[in-house]
């Protein structure tokens, strides 16, 4: 197997990437970043460090693609790479915010199912104002919006419903009602994209509440059980509609309010 | 017999410290090299020339939340649930430097020129505090000149002084 040559990362954002690409990175990276770090202020010198997304893997002085989709780039904050791909399938990861549904309450932890492929665990005390006399009210079958505080291949995930400084900051159980549905993860992150047009677009219809879950899962709860599931059957599609054809859709829908 | 325990005693025993203390100096260090001669000996260690760590620049992260600038999770829309549009405010303008703007309202409470007066009027009260007793003195001395003229008794000044409060300057 002979050694692929690899093409320049920069000729490549915005296109497609198969598995086993080598992409190569400029050389000013690893020479010269140290003397760049040294003419650079204090508060800037992570610039020198350059950012290995989801779905890239360093080798040598390039990156490799282990995953196929479209190659992004981000140059602020140092420069990023990474790959937009799509799947259903969500593998925890330190940091995310997700909505997991109680399944069980074992002592002092709550088992929580995430959509990964283990159910990750939450203590009682790791919500907002918990103490061992006051427990949190928390039954089996509620959702809870939560961050992953430990998420690796070897252990099992953990989950917290406060944030660093120990407040909730709209972590911990989501309310009564309202409707859970599962999509997949790119859709997510169009959707939490800033300046999401789907998410304008569906504010002026009518007063709802969201949660979007970056394992896939969303939850909708409107005034009416019609205007939510109007809201749920529009989410749900816009992934394979275009952007006139999803106007076309809520035209009809202002049309008929 | 001490001759016979000499003979007969086994390395460890020798190499206890309550049997070295009657040793000298050099038969101290001669054991100390043999102990050291059989540590390394069976200490094992990798027959391979050092590597050099090449110092990265690149890091791997699995999560897209630092690539791509997502908002908040959460988000609620024409007043369905207020708490949550004043957590959407505040979640998604965190990134901007709206904190600096509150670290400036706190300082506004207590202005510099009001600290130092208070802390002059602080200073000024608990250093009478301390220095009562020499007042006194000072008091009785001179009312010791003027006691002979009025006649009037000692501790008299010096209550008078103490129970003249003196109110605190706002």
Same mark, same amino acid.
């Given at each position: ?97 997700v909505i997991g549904i109680v399944t069980a309450k074992a002592g ?91 998410i304008q677009e569906l504010s002026q219809l009518y007063p709802f ?49 | ?27 101290? %260090?001669?054991? !100390? &090299? =043999? ?6 000996? /069976?200490?094992?260690?990798? #027959? ?45 303008? %965190?990134?901007? !430097? &709206? =904190? ?6 706190? /300082?506004?409470?207590?202005? #510099? ?26 008091l009785k001395d001179d009312d010791e000149d003027d006691e002979v ?9 010096? %209550? ?11």
């Amino acid at each position: 197997m002979a050694a692929e040559c690899g093409t320049a990362a920069e000729a490549l954002v915005g296109q497609v990437v198969l598995p086993g690409d080598l992409l190569l990175l400029p050389a000013h990276y690893d020479e010269d970043a140290e003397s760049e770090r040294l003419r650079l202020s204090a508060g800037a010198a992570p610039q020198g460090r350059l950012l290995c997304g989801p779905g890239l893997r360093r080798s040598g002085a390039g990156l490799l693609v282990t995953k196929c989709g479209l190659l992004r780039h981000r140059p602020a904050g140092g420069g990023a790479y990474w790959v937009d791909s799509q799947q259903k399938r969500y593998v925890p990861v330190k940091g995310d915010h997700v909505i997991g549904i109680v399944t069980a309450k074992a002592g002092d932890v709550f088992r929580l199912d995430v959509g990964g492929s283990e159910p990750a665990s939450l203590s009682y005390l790791a919500f907002e104002g918990a103490t061992k006399r006051n427990r949190p009210n928390v039954q089996v079958g509620d959702l809870i919006y939560g961050q992953f505080v430990v998420a690796n291949k070897d252990m099992e995930p953990e989950m917290v419903c406060i944030d660093s400084s120990g407040k909730s900051s709209g972590m911990g159980i989501i309310g009564q009602d309202g409707f859970l549905f599962k999509v997949s993860l790119g859709l997510i992150r169009k959707l939490l994209a800033p300046k999401c047009e789907i998410i304008q677009e569906l504010s002026q219809l009518y007063p709802f509440e969201l949660v979007l879950g970056m394992n896939g899962r969303i939850w909708v709860k409107a005034k009416t059980i019609q205007q939510t599931l109007i809201i749920v059957n529009i989410l749900e599609a816009c992934e394979y509609m275009t952007a006139e054809q999803r106007k076309q859709a809520l035209a009809k829908l202002s049309g008929n309010r | 017999m001490a001759g016979d325990v000499k003979t007969k005693l086994s390395k460890n025993l020798l190499r206890m410290k309550f049997m070295q203390r009657g040793l000298d100096s050099q038969t101290k %260090k001669q054991l !100390e &090299e =043999e102990e050291k001669k059989i540590i390394s000996e /069976e200490h094992w260690y990798l #027959d391979v020339p050092d590597l050099k760590e090449k110092e990265s620049h690149i890091i791997e992260e699995r999560s897209f939340l630092r690539c791509e600038d997502l908002v908040y999770g959460r988000m609620s829309f024409k007043g369905f649930n207020p708490e949550i549009e004043k957590l959407m405010i505040q979640m998604n303008s %965190k990134c901007k !430097e &709206e =904190e600096i703007e509150e670290d400036d309202k706190m /300082e506004a409470d207590v202005s #510099d020129e009001e600290m130092a007066r208070r802390y002059e009027t602080l200073v000024g009260t608990i250093g009478k505090k301390f220095l009562r007793k020499r007042d006194q003195r000072v008091l009785k001395d001179d009312d010791e000149d003027d006691e002979v003229e009025e006649g009037n008794s000692n501790p008299r000044p010096s %209550k008078r002084a103490k129970k003249m409060f003196l109110k605190p300057q706002d």
